[in-house]
Structures are given as structure tokens and as C-alpha cells.
């Protein structure tokens, strides 16, 4: 257990809706970071935060945003969805001088 | 291009074979991960490195700078080893912002 807790774990949505991935980091680690994993692209980097503030940008289209709350917790918000934004999305979190990364199990998102 | 790649993309091994799997990269980095994904899914870190060596049971990282080259080899392999295993490098900046190579898918049989 890394200690990231993701839900939902798995989503079923229709194209054109809009969804909400939630990521809990392990305590006390303020960074958060969003990934992509499609069977054509692979991994991608998507969105950094670090203790509420954005602070890299990967390959996030428009139609997606994310934020960080006082909590720490973070939030991927897709919408406007297309068949190929299914996807495993994954979050993972650091601790504020560290460098290794904790993931999440990930929340796999299918788009019908 | 910042690119990163990985060989073999496949590779199947018996019970005990020490293995090897290579993920070569195009530019200076400032630090290179290998992680971990089973077939569940989920994706385990298993060594961040910027220079040198480093080991973990049966598992040991070795990075080469001036080659732009690193190794992950697995000592004594066993079924529970089967798993694919990505290395993802830093080119700089925040350290979450990676470049992940496609995988090496490892199979070892009983």
C-alpha cells in the first residue's frame, strides 16, 4: 500500500460528459502529480501541484484541469469527454524534499 | 526530442535467470526512475537514481551518465517478478514532469 488513495477506481461514461478523479496523497507529502496511461501513448505527464499551487504542465488537453485543495487533495476534472480519453489515470505524490514518487492504483476511466 | 527507450520489449525467462533490461536516453538528465506496473495495474516505484548503483533485495539499478544508459537486472528471478517495468526519466525542472519509455513486459515462468 503507497499510501495514495485514488477513486474511483474504475468509470463508465458517455463521450461529451464531464467526470472528477480524486486523488488522496500520503500524509504530509505536499506534491501531487497526474498521469496518463492509453495503450497508444503510453505514460504521460499531465499536471503538477505542490501545497495548492500549480507547478508543471505536461501534455494536459484544454478540455482538462485539475486543482489542489487546503487538504491536499487533489482533483482531475475531464470533460467534454472522447472515446480516447479512456484511459488509466494515475496520481502520485512526494515528499517535499524527496524525490521518489508514491502511486496510486489508479482510476481507469472508459469512454463509451 | 527528449526521447527514452527500452529493450527488450519483451522478454520471457525461466524460474532463477538473472535478468537484464536496458532503457537508453537522448539528453542529460537529472534523474532516472525505474518503476513497476503488475498486471493489476498499479505502479510501484522501485528505485530513482542520478548517478552510480543502487540495490534492493533482488533487484539492482545501475546508471551510466556519460552513456546516457541504465540497467535494471533482477537476480534470481522468480514468477512474481512477472510484471512490466518502466523507466522514466527527468530531463529538469519539477521532478514528477517524466518521459516514460514504452515498458519491458517480463515473463518468468515456473
Known amino acids: 500500500d503507497s499510501g495514495v488513495t485514488q477513486t474511483p477506481k474504475h468509470l463508465i461514461t458517455a463521450t461529451g460528459q464531464r467526470v472528477t478523479l480524486r486523488c488522496s496523497p500520503r500524509?504530509?507529502?505536499?506534491?501531487v502529480y497526474w498521469y496518463q496511461q492509453s495503450l497508444d501513448q503510453g505514460l504521460q505527464f499531465l499536471i503538477q501541484?505542490?501545497?495548492?499551487?500549480?507547478?508543471a504542465k505536461g501534455n494536459i488537453l484544454e478540455r482538462f484541469s485539475a486543482q489542489q485543495f487546503p487538504d491536499l487533495h487533489s482533483e482531475l476534472n475531464l470533460s467534454s469527454l472522447e472515446l480516447g480519453d479512456s484511459a488509466l489515470y494515475f496520481c502520485?505524490?512526494?515528499?517535499?524534499?524527496?524525490?521518489?514518487?508514491?502511486f496510486g492504483e489508479g482510476s481507469r476511466l472508459t469512454v463509451l | 526530442k527528449n526521447e527514452v527507450e527500452q529493450s527488450p520489449q519483451n522478454l520471457t525467462a525461466q524460474e532463477g535467470e538473472f535478468i537484464t533490461i536496458n532503457c537508453s536516453y537522448s539528453?542529460?538528465?537529472?534523474?532516472l526512475h525505474w518503476l513497476q506496473q503488475h498486471p493489476g495495474g498499479g505502479i510501484v516505484s522501485l528505485f530513482m537514481?542520478?548517478?552510480g548503483k543502487k540495490k534492493h533485495g533482488r533487484l539492482i539499478a545501475t546508471i551510466n551518465i556519460q552513456e546516457k544508459h541504465s540497467s535494471l537486472h533482477i537476480t534470481a528471478s522468480h514468477p512474481r517478478d512477472s510484471a512490466v517495468y518502466i523507466c522514466a526519466v527527468r530531463f529538469g525542472g519539477s521532478q514528477g514532469n517524466l518521459i516514460f519509455g514504452k515498458g519491458t513486459k517480463l515473463s518468468v515462468k515456473p
Open positions: 502520485a505524490s512526494s515528499p517535499r524534499r524527496g524525490g521518489e514518487l508514491f
Open positions: 539528453v542529460g538528465i537529472s534523474a
Open positions: 500524509s504530509g507529502d505536499l506534491s
Open positions: 537514481l542520478s548517478s
Open positions: 501541484y505542490y501545497n495548492g499551487e500549480e507547478r
